[in-house]
Nanobody, 118 residues
Framework: QVQLVESGGGLVQAGGSLRLSCAAS????????MAWFRQAAGKDREFVAR????????DYANSMKGRFTISRDNAKNMVYLQMNSLKPEDTAVYYC???????????WGQGTQVTVSS
């Protein structure tokens, strides 16, 4: 398994930006597929973005396209989520996830809180 530690959350005004970071450690094959999910209070966890391998292939939830950018630095075992034009509805706990197969994430971080004020 992979150990994941998120950071970078906080309070930001609507329209602002935040950059989340996820530090990964463990077996490299188990972090081939990396993703960000989020869970707002009282709601189900939802997919935000994913990235695989060298970082050339990415995918986003429709509501995040054009505002969020996922990237990774394999030399540092880091994954990032740049979030721009934040909205109050982006308020949630954001989780980093890792897996060795597409769509199957078996390692999760503890989450970082993002709060967007209106």
């Amino acid at each position: 398994q992979v150990q994941l530690v998120e950071s970078g959350g906080g309070l930001v005004q609507a329209g602002g930006s935040l950059r989340l970071s996820c530090a990964a450690s463990g077996r490299t094959p188990d972090m081939y597929f990396m993703a960000w999910f989020r869970q707002a209070a009282g709601k189900d966890r939802e997919f935000v973005a994913r990235i695989r391998g060298s970082g050339s292939i990415t995918d986003y939830a429709n509501s995040m396209k054009g505002r969020f950018t996922i990237s990774r630095d394999n030399a540092k075992n880091m994954v990032y989520l740049q979030m721009n034009s934040l909205k109050p509805e982006d308020t949630a706990v954001y989780y980093c996830a890792a897996g060795s197969r597409p769509g199957l994430y078996d390692s999760w971080g503890q989450g970082t809180q993002v709060t967007v004020s209106s």
